[in-house]
């Protein structure tokens, strides 16, 4: 006799099956709000160490689904662990976040794609791991950085609020920019091609610097990458399903929703819930609680979680944040959201 498959609510949802259980997880779900994350990190090492370590990582990324009751576990690992794997020197300063040395036009062709993925194995082991400790119902989402995102850092050398030397560099030095773009993602599609026939059932684009760019930056620049690693990840795995997260897009989401083909369109917490209306029917939504709401919690928090579940009973929907929870946010505040978000 054949068992009957578990129904996994999240990943239904992001293949375009409404659930009558409203799916939710919480971006950043693994991190310094936790107490039991901050002592493992103690132990840890370097934040990297920690990345590459598939026993750490794989109970890192289990730890929030053993508090409270969350439909996805997502990889705990770090958008910048590509460019690392590409050879380019990545470190994290604490009270800094990550520091790069930054490529230039001579750079840029030493980077390897090729090895890229070998270096990456310990990453693809922990998405084993967490696969075997997840229970059947739940989804395990894979990510990457998105090659326009990954670039500002690769370029800049750290984050910045106007990414405006990756901005420069891809104005006046277009040829070694492209470059750029097609080793990240070559790299990005392998990646993630690894992550699913690991285990993760579905995967995530983050573009977290996708606002500041013009339209025709954007289109070039966030929209034709994010196009082509869809395409090539489902040249590799048919049917491939991801979630596309262009933080900060407004207005030019519709057209990034038609050209990349994503399953599930990720809204950033400054998007108006009307805006859905004019996103393509029947696509898949997440978000969009802003994440200080939930930091301050009360009725304020419960009444907006009331009105985004709201907005999006006509489509598909994943509750999330619209960016990722912030460290001091109180455990209990974690709780109250999901028992609003599940009762509205």
């Given at each position: 006799?054949?068992?009957?498959?578990?129904?996994?609510?999240?990943l239904?949802?992001?293949?375009?099956?409404?659930?009558?259980?409203?799916?939710?997880?919480?971006?950043?779900?693994?991190g310094?709000?936790?107490?039991?994350?901050?002592?493992?990190?103690?132990?840890?090492?370097?934040?990297?160490d920690?990345?590459?370590?598939?026993?750490?990582?794989?109970?890192?990324?289990?730890?929030?689904?053993r508090?409270?009751?969350?439909?996805?576990?997502?990889?705990?690992?770090?958008?910048?662990?590509?460019?690392d794997?590409l050879g380019?020197?990545?470190?994290?300063?604490?009270?800094?976040?990550?520091?790069?040395?930054?490529?230039?036009?001579?750079?840029?062709?030493?980077?390897?794609?090729?090895?890229?993925?070998?270096?990456?194995?310990?990453?693809?082991?922990?998405?084993?791991?967490?696969?075997?400790?997840?229970?059947?119902?739940?989804?395990?989402?894979?990510?990457?950085?998105?090659?326009?995102?990954?670039?500002?850092?690769?370029?800049?050398?750290?984050?910045?609020?106007?990414?405006?030397?990756?901005?420069?560099?891809?104005?006046?030095?277009?040829?070694?920019f492209?470059?750029?773009?097609?080793?990240?993602?070559e790299?990005?599609i392998?990646?993630?091609?690894?992550?699913?026939?690991?285990?993760?059932?579905?995967?995530q684009?983050?573009?977290?610097?996708?606002?500041n760019?013009?339209?025709?930056?954007?289109?070039?620049?966030?929209?034709?990458?994010?196009?082509?690693?869809v395409?090539?990840?489902?040249?590799?795995?048919?049917?491939?399903?991801?979630?596309?997260f262009?933080?900060?897009?407004?207005?030019?989401?519709?057209?990034y929703?038609?050209?990349?083909?994503?399953n599930?369109?990720?809204l950033?917490?400054?998007?108006p819930?009307?805006?859905?209306?004019?996103?393509?029917?029947g696509?898949?939504?997440?978000g969009?609680?802003?994440?200080?709401?939930?930091?301050?919690?009360?009725?304020?928090?419960?009444?907006?979680?009331?009105?985004?579940?709201?907005?999006?009973?006509?489509?598909?929907?994943?509750?999330?944040?619209?960016?990722?929870i912030?460290?001091?946010?109180?455990?209990?505040?974690v709780e109250?959201?999901?028992?609003?978000?599940?009762?509205?």
């Amino acid at each position: 006799m054949t068992a009957t498959p578990v129904l996994k609510p999240l990943l239904e949802t992001v293949l375009g099956r409404r659930q009558q259980r409203l799916p939710i997880w919480i971006m950043r779900q693994a991190g310094r709000y936790l107490p039991e994350y901050r002592e493992l990190r103690a132990k840890a090492g370097s934040f990297l160490d920690l990345c590459y370590n598939p026993e750490l990582a794989a109970e890192v990324t289990l730890q929030p689904l053993r508090r409270f009751d969350l439909d996805a576990a997502i990889l705990f690992s770090d958008i910048l662990v590509i460019p690392d794997a590409l050879g380019q020197y990545v470190r994290f300063e604490a009270g800094e976040g990550p520091l790069l040395e930054p490529v230039t036009t001579e750079t840029i062709p030493r980077l390897n794609p090729k090895g890229a993925l070998e270096k990456l194995s310990p990453i693809i082991e922990t998405v084993r791991r967490v696969r075997a400790g997840l229970g059947p119902e739940k989804t395990l989402i894979g990510f990457c950085g998105s090659p326009w995102t990954v670039a500002t850092y690769m370029i800049g050398g750290r984050g910045s609020s106007d990414q405006a030397a990756a901005r420069v560099f891809a104005l006046t030095q277009p040829e070694a920019f492209a470059r750029l773009i097609d080793i990240l993602i070559e790299a990005s599609i392998d990646y993630l091609a690894a992550q699913l026939r690991a285990g993760a059932d579905v995967v995530q684009l983050f573009e977290s610097w996708a606002l500041n760019l013009d339209e025709v930056a954007f289109r070039n620049w966030v929209i034709e990458p994010n196009r082509r690693i869809v395409e090539g990840l489902r040249t590799l795995i048919p049917g491939a399903p991801v979630i596309g997260f262009p933080r900060g897009a407004a207005g030019n989401l519709p057209a990034y929703a038609r050209a990349t083909g994503v399953n599930v369109l990720g809204l950033d917490y400054a998007m108006p819930l009307g805006f859905a209306a004019e996103l393509p029917a029947g696509l898949g939504v997440q978000g969009n609680l802003d994440p200080l709401r939930l930091l301050a919690g009360g009725e304020q928090m419960d009444d907006r979680v009331r009105q985004i579940v709201a907005a999006f009973r006509d489509r598909p929907h994943i509750f999330n944040l619209g960016h990722g929870i912030v460290p001091e946010t109180p455990i209990g505040h974690v709780e109250r959201l999901i028992a609003v978000a599940r009762g509205a």
